[in-house]
Nanobody, 114 residues
């Protein structure tokens, strides 16, 4: 059974940092490009970072230079380092496969206070 479990969220002041993790059981990361998404209140879920099978990365303009996505295929885990957080980064963050998406996990809440 495929399962995605996101963790690492929390409450942080603007300018702070957080590191999110996504443990993917049942999905072989090595054959899957992975993405980090976020959904702010009242908004649609958006893709903000992606990491390909060769570990090349792409970021939405809104997070470029502040967020870093990485992967550890041996641990079947994808990470997201978020620096210089802004109040507009407040959202529930999710991960999922881009080539072979699974059912969405519960996400992890990130709240950035001004």
């Amino acid at each position: 059974q495929v399962q995605l479990v996101e963790s690492g969220g929390g409450l942080v002041q603007a300018g702070g940092s957080l590191r999110l993790s996504c443990a993917a059981s049942g999905i072989i990361l090595s054959i899957n490009a992975m993405g980090w998404y976020r959904q702010a209140p009242g908004k649609q879920r958006e893709l903000v970072a992606r990491i390909a099978r060769d570990s090349s990365t792409n970021y939405a303009d809104s997070v470029k230079g502040r967020f870093t996505i990485s992967r550890d295929n041996a641990k079947n885990t994808v990470y997201r380092q978020m620096n210089s957080l802004k109040p507009e980064d407040t959202a529930v963050y999710y991960c999922n496969g881009l080539d072979y998406p699974a059912a969405w996990g519960q996400g992890t809440q990130v709240t950035v206070s001004s």
